[in-house]
């Protein structure tokens, strides 16, 4: 062909056709729906939308480590309100059946104002059955009302756990924004504790069900025979390393006391006991949490809110005498033939420095056994800062452990920088090293790194970092998926540990600080500690394993405002370790201790 | 001296004026639909973000020496198929469909620019030198062209893109001047193949016809049986390709042929556009208004289904206004091809008519129920940065042919 037909004038009357032509129908398909069939289109836009639904996953549940529940979910009554279609004349009414102040459904509407008019609002969560019935019998009065059944948190199985578990909350309005192809307005999402750890695992998939409703959003059916549908799968149950009775047994002997108990199954880091007194009670939380509630909770001088066993940090007193035993004996500074002697108190420069007794001639193992503190101002000074705080960043103080669980506290160990900060380069005495030896001083430890000590010790120096997740199960094949503990190593010689260890064995067994929790049947190795409280009472500290052996748990107590730690503490970690390695019946009723913990009268008495 | 200053002159205001309008009824569209959205809300300030950045680079290509473009043209096509190759590979998942290239928060579709370096390459090609477009092997390379990114784009599989390149094609060899009988020796296996695909009568019935309409071509018998094997040959071909293929690759030609391959049935979303368009009546429920588009019942209205929130909240009357726009554009794109100063200009602006005339069919076809769903954006309103930009990068080529026009004649 010839080059003449090159975007000839009929080529281009033809695209010309194309264009106009397609122009001309889709308007008269405008004119066709939009004026003469605009009638048909409105009623059926109005009457027959579809509209999906969607319904909440229930939460996993947890798991102790034998396969008891600790944590579960139950069905509750949950009342909402669509701006849409609500009047706002109504909300007296249902404010007097709910028994709320007038004006809550107003703030909760104000609240969530951002959002589209069209989605409901949860106005009540948990309502009991009567409201319901209420509102079935009047539904028709109360347009844009409605409610659904939903699963809630169920923690009736026995232990609080409260600080470990934590609680969900409705997702804040910054947080959706972030996460918003997740989670939508109004879903729970994990707040703190294990609920916000494993939020992923815990949440499941949310339901859909397509249906079709009219202008008032009236459900009218379902679209297609639901074959769009798609059901709710649950979240991931999670096993946990917690031991139900050993946890029972700790909540029980805390009802009226302050403070705080970690027990660690020293080969693997999995937690076995958890606890930090005060508690709160966490049903407080599974529904909407009342402002009296929080009020409570928040100016209450005990502090249930606040999690002692990972967060406060406390002075560690004489448990932390190991520490530089560790750090002489590793570095070869002394050995077991090395013998200082004790004749009530150490004089170092203008300042004398004071033991409990006089205790003669004292070597490594009386030391410790013993709790001689002489031994100890003199050795500090042998090891000197830079060693001393080596070793105690060695067996994990100083920074956090790194639990599962995202509250916690580094707590403090001074090095040569930290004194040359404070006061100035090299413009401090050597004489701060003496309280250091004895564990007093700037020096301050949370019960869970004095609890991962405690297994370092009991498991000579390899352990893995404290965690409460054993595994979890998956929804959809069943299948158990073991998490793979993480080992680390303290990098101290067997040796070492071996004559540490076997010193503690006598603070129980032997002529010890703690022979009063001696047990014809198990051993025990542990070390009391008295840490100073400039704002009170002393707190008794015990931190100890079992069996001396083959230790299986390694624990730290820590009763706040109690003296002495053999007094105190001691019996405490004792029945604690009995009820996990003896398996004791434990015979304790929920109610009788959840009651005491609404008020902790006692406690207060004390201060 | 003075200077006498047209502004006309230099400057479009046909083209421009009518696509800065749709821009802004786009964004308000996109406000209306995704502003009480949960997921959505930000859409809104990143297309005014888009929008401000296309303007930007219109101006930029309109600038530029107009000898640029064929300079570009090679390298910029060989970079297309070397990103619709490596979007292939490590591109993002949207909907089904592997047609996402990201950096970071930086996203784009290498599909959209493909359109780009396909138009230009195609013109390139079939004005080079002494093309005779009714040569088998110039047609055989323009066709190689424009199928290599069909072909890539099918494998994602984005179907309507892919249909949108053939046009883009098709239009190009078309308004090179091949013949009839050529149109149909271009045409024909595709048709045969894709009829091919609904079993062995379909084809063999197809093939009788391929052999009829060959009787009334009445060219000399060489001729005819070269482009009946080559009919047999392509559906072989393809026949072939179609067993090797993986599993996975299979069910996507499959549910090419399945009009109701989307989630919830392509059949929700048609009927929810119908809905919002027809309540829409006369003058429309009002900005913000239509309960359609505020209760959500169309998914990601504000990309494909953008149309019916227009249909629903503004009406019959703005509804056609809408259209007629475009139709300003494409008559406008038409005279323009006319009055350019060569055939590489002409084809260029040719190639942007049938691209925005493709998606503008497709898109309005699917909104108003004309024809099946398949997912396009409809230009310069859907949301999305890839495709705004690239249409405004035609659109100131177009321009700066305008602004060229008289140089050199």
Same mark, same amino acid.
């Given at each position: 062909m010839n080059d003449s037909s090159f975007g000839s004038s009929l080529r281009a009357k033809i695209f010309f056709v194309i264009i106009v032509g397609f122009f001309s129908i889709s308007v008269l398909q405008l004119f066709n729906m939009q004026i003469l069939q605009e009638k048909t289109y409105t009623t059926k836009a109005n009457e027959n939308s579809v509209k999906p639904i969607y319904q909440i996953a229930p939460r996993g549940v947890f798991y102790d480590r034998n396969h008891n529940i600790l944590v579960g979910n139950k069905p509750t009554f949950t009342l909402r309100i669509t701006p849409a279609a609500y009047d706002k004349k109504l909300s007296p009414y249902i404010e007097t059946i709910l028994g709320v102040k007038p004006g809550y459904i107003d703030r909760i509407l104000k609240q969530t104002q951002q959002y589209s008019r069209y989605i409901p609002r949860r106005i009540a969560k948990d309502v009991p059955f009567n409201v319901i019935a209420w509102y079935e019998e009047n539904a028709s009065k109360l347009p844009g009302v409605d409610y659904v059944i939903e699963t809630q948190r169920d923690y009736s199985f026995g232990v609080i756990g409260a600080h470990m578990f934590g609680y969900t909350k409705e997702i804040p309005a910054e947080l959706l924004q972030k996460k918003k192809n997740e989670y939508?307005?109004?879903?729970?999402?994990?707040?703190?504790?294990?609920?916000?750890?494993?939020?992923?695992?815990?949440?499941?998939?949310?339901?859909?069900?397509y249906v079709l409703v009219d202008s008032r959003q009236k459900i009218i059916g379902s679209y297609k025979d639901g074959k769009h549908d798609k059901t709710a799968i649950k979240g991931y149950d999670l096993i946990l390393s917690i031991d139900k009775d050993a946890q029972m047994i700790a909540e029980s002997l805390f009802v009226d006391k302050r403070g705080a108990v970690v027990a660690i199954e020293p080969s693997t880091g999995e937690i076995l006991a958890f606890l930090s007194s005060p508690q709160y009670d966490l049903s407080d939380f599974a529904s909407?949490?009342?402002?009296?509630v929080w009020k409570k909770l928040n100016s209450d001088e005990n502090r249930p809110l606040f999690n002692r066993a990972t967060m406060s940090i406390y002075s560690p007193g004489s448990t932390f005498k190991m520490v530089s035993a560790l750090a002489a004996l590793e570095e070869g500074i002394i050995d077991t033939n090395y013998r200082t002697y004790c004749g009530g108190g150490f004089q170092y420069g203008d300042r004398f420095f004071k033991c409990l007794h006089v205790h003669g001639a004292v070597d490594i193992i009386t030391s410790i056994e013993k709790s001689c503190n002489t031994f100890y101002y003199q050795l500090a000074l042998k090891i000197g800062i830079d060693k001393w705080s080596e070793y105690a960043k060695k067996l994990g103080f100083g920074k956090?452990?790194?639990?599962d669980i995202s509250e916690e506290s580094p707590g403090i160990v001074p090095t040569r920088e930290y004194y040359d900060k404070v006061f100035g380069k090299d413009r401090w005495r050597k004489g701060i090293l003496v309280s250091l030896g004895i564990g007093q001083g700037e020096l301050s430890v949370t019960p869970i790194q004095l609890a991962q000590y405690a297994a370092l010790i009991a498991n000579y120096g390899k352990t893995a970092k404290p965690h409460f997740l054993k595994g979890y199960i998956e929804t959809k094949t069943g299948k158990y998926v073991e998490i793979k503990p993480k080992y680390f190593d303290a990098g101290i010689s067997k040796r070492s540990f071996e004559i540490v260890r076997r010193a503690m064995y006598r603070v129980v067994n032997g002529a010890? $600080?703690? &022979?009063?929790?001696?047990?014809?049947?198990?051993?025990?190795?542990?070390? $009391?500690? &008295?840490?100073?409280?400039?704002?009170?009472?002393d707190h008794a500290i015990f931190i100890g394993f079992a069996p001396y052996k083959n230790p299986k748990i390694a624990i730290a107590v820590i009763v706040e405002n109690a003296g002495f730690g053999s007094v105190n503490a001691a019996p405490i970690a004792r029945d604690i370790i009995k009820a996990y390695l003896k398996k004791d019946k434990v015979k304790i009723e929920k109610p009788a201790y959840l009651s005491e913990l609404v008020n902790l009268k006692k406690i207060k008495n004390e201060n | 001296m003075k200077i006498e200053y047209k502004l006309n002159d230099k400057f479009d205001l046909m083209i421009f004026i009518p696509a800065f309008i749709l821009i802004a009824v786009g964004l308000a569209a996109i406000y209306s639909s995704t502003v009480n959205h949960p997921t959505a809300s930000g859409n809104f300030l990143k297309q005014v973000f888009f929008a401000s950045v296309s303007l930007i680079i219109f101006f930029i290509i309109y600038s530029l020496p107009q000898q640029t473009f064929k300079k570009f043209t090679i390298p910029f096509y060989a970079s297309s198929i070397f990103l619709l190759i490596i979007v292939l590979v490590i591109g993002k998942s949207v909907y089904g469909s592997k047609s996402w290239l990201d950096f970071g928060p930086i996203g784009f579709q290498p599909s959209e620019f493909a359109k780009i370096g396909t138009i230009l390459a195609l013109s390139y090609w079939l004005t080079y030198k002494d093309r005779d477009i009714n040569n088998i092997k110039d047609i055989g390379i323009a066709l190689m062209i424009g199928f290599v990114p069909v072909i890539l784009i099918l494998l994602e599989p984005d179907t309507g893109t892919a249909i949108v390149f053939a046009i883009i094609t098709l239009s190009l060899i078309y308004w090179s001047g091949i013949s009839l009988f050529g149109l149909f020796v271009v045409l024909s296996p595709g048709i045969v193949t894709f009829v091919s695909l609904f079993g062995t009568y379909a084809f063999i019935l197809a093939l009788a016809g391929v052999i009829i309409a060959l009787f009334l071509f009445k060219r000399d018998i060489f001729n005819s049986i070269i482009v009946f094997v080559m009919n047999l040959g392509a559906s072989f071909f393809f026949d072939y390709i179609y067993k090797i293929l993986k599993p996975h690759q299979q069910k996507r030609i499959a549910a090419f042929l399945d009009p109701s391959a989307d989630p919830l049935g392509s059949g929700y979303n048609a009927l929810q556009a119908k809905l919002a368009i027809g309540s829409g009546g006369l003058l429309g429920k009002g900005f913000m208004q239509g309960n359609q588009t505020q209760l959500r019942f169309i998914p990601e209205q504000w990309t494909d289904f953008i149309y019916c929130v227009i249909g629903e909240e503004f009406g019959f009357i703005g509804s056609v206004i809408v259209l007629t726009l475009f139709l300003i554009i494409f008559i406008r794109l038409l005279k323009l091809s006319s009055i350019a100063k060569d055939k590489f200009s002409s084809l260029v602006i040719i190639g942007f008519l049938s691209l925005l005339f493709s998606h503008f069919a497709i898109n309005i076809g699917m909104n108003l129920g004309l024809t099946p769903v398949i997912g396009l954006p409809l230009p310069f309103l859907s949301y999305g940065g890839s495709s705004l930009i690239s249409n405004m990068i035609l659109l100131?080529?177009?321009s700066n042919i305008y602004r060229n026009r008289k140089l050199h004649t």
């Open positions: 939508m307005m109004g879903d729970e999402i994990g707040f703190n504790g294990i609920e916000k750890t494993y939020e992923d695992f815990l949440r499941g998939e949310k339901g859909i069900q909407v949490t009342s402002n009296e956090k452990t790194g639990v010890g $600080t703690a &022979t009063n929790i001696r047990m014809p049947d198990l051993e025990i190795a542990g070390k $009391t500690g &008295t840490a100073q409280n400039p704002h009170g009472k | 100131g080529i177009v």
